[in-house]
């Protein structure tokens, strides 16, 4: 019975997202868990959030230039164009033909960045993100999410050390940066068996090799 609940679980795909805020780690994590993954001799997608198609490469631009003054709904309009081009041309097809794909952010960094930092899970708008999410989605979520987290000044620090150009997101106040991080621990607190927090201040190894173990047993792997 427990080699074929492997044998079923290998032959399905699996789709699995790194959150967290600004100089956490995602990528990093991203391309780590990403050769494990291959060294075992899966196939693996690895790809990021706002982009993934051409499309959506297109409106990531947009969405990051601080010159254009998005206010949140539009910024989570975009984002929802973005995600079912991605979804529709990257996501889906790869988890259909059973390949592991790593995305680094989801629909839980618009939860957390235009909705717990940026005001749209307010009173007036508590289901706006969600609401979108299900009917361009159809509500489809990760199997496993791991976010990363760091104190504030840690994170910002890393993403001015690797950052070529700053975004919208890196030179916001740190209140926003506050209620972004406080964001991520209430969705893994509400969906803790989706959502499994990492601290980003481990040595980078000793976090893969969490992460990696996670992902196995997902996959009903030793």
């Known amino acids: 019975m427990a080699d074929r609940a492997r044998e079923e679980s290998a032959s399905r795909g699996l789709f699995i997202t790194f959150e967290g805020g600004e100089g956490v780690g995602k990528s990093t994590q991203t391309a780590l868990l990403a050769s494990a993954l291959r060294d075992r001799g899966h ?80 009173a007036t708008q508590p289901d706006l993100i969600m609401d979108l999410h299900r009917m361009v989605m159809q509500g489809r979520m990760p199997d496993l999410t791991v976010i990363l987290d760091a104190p504030i000044e840690t994170g910002l620090r890393r993403a001015a050390a690797r950052a070529t150009a700053t975004d919208r997101f890196e030179t916001a106040q740190r209140r926003f940066h506050e209620k972004l991080r406080q964001g991520f621990l209430d969705i893994a607190g509400r969906e803790p068996e989706r959502c499994h927090v990492l601290s980003a201040t481990d040595p980078q190894q000793d976090i893969a090799a969490r992460v990696l173990k996670l992902v196995l047993s997902r996959l009903g792997q030793p």
């Open 43 to 122: 196939t693996v997608v690895t790809t990021r959030e706002p982009g993934g198609t051409p499309a959506a490469e297109s409106l990531r631009s947009l969405l990051l230039d601080p010159a254009h003054d998005l206010d949140a709904v539009e910024q989570v309009l975009l984002l929802n164009a973005a995600r079912h081009s991605h979804m529709r041309g990257v996501i889906l097809p790869a988890v259909d033909r059973s390949e592991i794909v790593i995305c680094d952010r989801f629909i839980d960094s618009t939860r957390a960045y235009q909705g717990a930092a940026g005001g749209l899970d307010t």
